[in-house]
Each structure stands twice: as structure tokens, then as C-alpha cells.
């Protein structure tokens, strides 16, 4: 494991980084306008978008691929999107070549997963009118990566849009509730996430759905006919029980191949800290993504 990724887990550790999120949780903040049009590199082409009065953003470089990645950003469908999240789009756009589309869905406790699945499905539709010749790729983190796999479900029951061609996530959340027993074990080397705050967060995401709806908790949803899905998560990170359990379906689904990458030593969603594990899953993702075979 690199210094970097090390020494981010000591300061996780050291500075409490579950208790902060907590407060996050608690009390979150608007208006962080992270993904202002002005706060991109001048290496990228940006253009805006709205849906139902949420933003979006689309970026590319001078010379794009008609490979399109829509990326939905985590947070625990709480927190607005980081400079961080600004950052991967952008690698994508100018090291790799993508088209990248960030959509920052509705968000809890204003906003439940009705709302926020009813506007990305329009946000999608849109993006496919707009870009024709474009193939799609789905991405997303932590929440975003949980909201990925269910947005792939609804898609797949509705019927009449294309599939995104393929999808990858970094320690998705897959139970809204985290009821897996395994979760406890976890704790004790996650010092990023809060579970009980997560777990009311989620409360309120859900609204009038219940936490074992696949809205909001892919997991327990059908799994067939969802095309290729590429899902990191780390060893110490209380995602991780959820993924092995999903990691456990493979091989026994119809038109869904499904290939787990569990990262030794590695902290919940470690794409968030620059570092060489950090370009090596990058570079995982974008081979993931074109390989054709």
C-alpha cells in the first residue's frame, strides 16, 4: 500500500473522520456550487444542463470518444458533490477521452429516492437525445454507486431506453439500512463512515418506501439483464459485507456478469485521495469500460 494511502487512514483514524461526517449528516450544507462551470480546468469543454431545477454539467476534452460516462455522485444521498468528484470527471475527460456527465440528483432530508430516481430518469433520457451517437457508461460512489445499480433496475423494467453499455462502483450502498450482521465486524477498521447516522440518513432518503425496496436498496432487487457491472470496495469499509453478498450472485444471472475487486488494506471509497491505488482502479475502470471482448 502507498505513503499516501497510509497516511490517510492514520488521519481518517486521528481526526475522527466518522464523527465529522456525522455532523455533515446532521446538518448539511447547500450551495457549495463545486461543480460551477467556472471551477472546471480550462482543459475541458463545459456545458450545462437542468433538470426540474437540478443541475448537471458536461464535460469533454478538445478531442472526445462517442463514449459518454454518466456519473452520479456519492454522499450518502445527503452531501452535495466535492471537489474531488470535479476532479475524477475531469481525469476521465482529459486523460481518457470520455464525454462525462455529472448529474446531482435530489437530495435528502429535502428530497426522498422518488424524487431523485424520477429526475435522473429524465436527466438520462435527455443525455441520450442529445448525444445519439454516444455509449453510455454508468458510474458512481458510495451512494451514487448504490443509486447506479438501482437506476440499472428501473431502466431494465421500463424497457424503452437503452442500457447503459456498462457500469462501475466504488463501494456502493447496496442496503439502505445496513442490517448485514457482518457490518459490526467492519466498524472496527472504518473510521469514515458513522453507521447509526448513515442509517438515519437513509430513513429519510427512503420516504414512503421501505428500506428493502429496490429504490433504495439494490441488493434486494432482480438482478438479471443489467449488463456488465464492474464494483470495488475495500477491506476495511463497512460497504464491504453488502458487496460479497452481491459478489455472491455471480454466475448464477441471466445477462449480467458481474466481477468483484476487493481492495486489500483499502479505506471506504479511496478514488476520493489522489494515489497510485487510486490510478491503478482509474485505469481498471477505463479498460473495463472499452474492452470489447
Same mark, same amino acid.
Do not use: C
Given at each position: 500500500m502507498s505513503l499516501k494511502a497510509e497516511m490517510t487512514k492514520l488521519f481518517a483514524k486521528l481526526g475522527k473522520a466518522d464523527r465529522k461526517m456525522a455532523l455533515d449528516l446532521e446538518h448539511p450544507k447547500r450551495g457549495s456550487y463545486e461543480l460551477?462551470?467556472?471551477?472546471?480546468? =480550462? =482543459?475541458?469543454?463545459?456545458?450545462?444542463?437542468?433538470?426540474?431545477?437540478?443541475?448537471? $454539467?458536461t464535460i469533454n476534452s478538445s478531442y472526445p470518444k462517442d463514449a459518454h460516462i454518466l456519473m452520479l455522485p456519492g454522499g450518502a444521498y445527503t452531501l452535495e458533490p466535492d471537489?474531488? +468528484?470535479? %476532479? +475524477? /470527471? %475531469?481525469?476521465? !475527460?482529459?486523460?481518457e477521452g470520455f464525454r462525462v456527465s455529472i448529474f446531482q440528483y435530489p437530495l435528502a432530508p429535502e428530497y426522498t429516492a422518488l424524487a431523485a430516481h424520477q429526475c435522473l430518469m429524465e436527466a438520462y433520457e435527455g443525455l441520450i437525445k442529445e448525444y445519439p451517437k454516444d455509449t453510455f457508461y454508468l458510474f458512481g460512489d458510495f451512494s451514487g454507486g448504490g443509486l447506479a445499480l438501482s437506476f440499472l433496475q428501473e431502466l431494465r423494467d421500463r424497457g424503452d431506453?437503452?442500457?447503459?453499455? =456498462?457500469? !462501475? $462502483? $466504488? *463501494?456502493?450502498?447496496?442496503? +439502505? /439500512?445496513?442490517?448485514n450482521p457482518k457490518i459490526k465486524l467492519f466498524q472496527k477498521t472504518d473510521f469514515i463512515l458513522p453507521v447509526e447516522e448513515l442509517r438515519v440518513a437513509g430513513g429519510k432518503y427512503c420516504g414512503p418506501l421501505e428500506t428493502d425496496h429496490p429504490f433504495v436498496s439494490p441488493l434486494y432487487g432482480d438482478w438479471n439483464h443489467l449488463g456488465p457491472i464492474l464494483v470495488f470496495s475495500g477491506t476495511e469499509e463497512i460497504m464491504t459485507p453488502d458487496c460479497e453478498l452481491l459478489a455472491e450472485k455471480a454466475g448464477k444471472l441471466e445477462g449480467t456478469d458481474i466481477i468483484y475487486k476487493k481492495g486489500a488494506g483499502m479505506f471506504h471509497n479511496w478514488i476520493?485521495?489522489? *494515489? =497510485? %491505488?487510486?490510478?491503478?482502479t482509474f485505469k481498471l475502470i477505463c479498460s473495463f469500460y472499452l474492452d470489447e471482448a
Open positions: 460551477d462551470l467556472l471551477n472546471f480546468t =480550462k =482543459k475541458v469543454r463545459v456545458k450545462t444542463f437542468d433538470v426540474n431545477g437540478f443541475y448537471g $454539467v471537489q474531488r +468528484i470535479r %476532479e +475524477i /470527471a %475531469e481525469h476521465f !475527460a482529459v486523460m431506453l437503452p442500457m447503459p453499455h =456498462k457500469t !462501475a $462502483v $466504488v *463501494s456502493p450502498w447496496l442496503d +439502505i /439500512a445496513l442490517n476520493k485521495v489522489p *494515489s =497510485k %491505488e487510486t490510478d491503478g
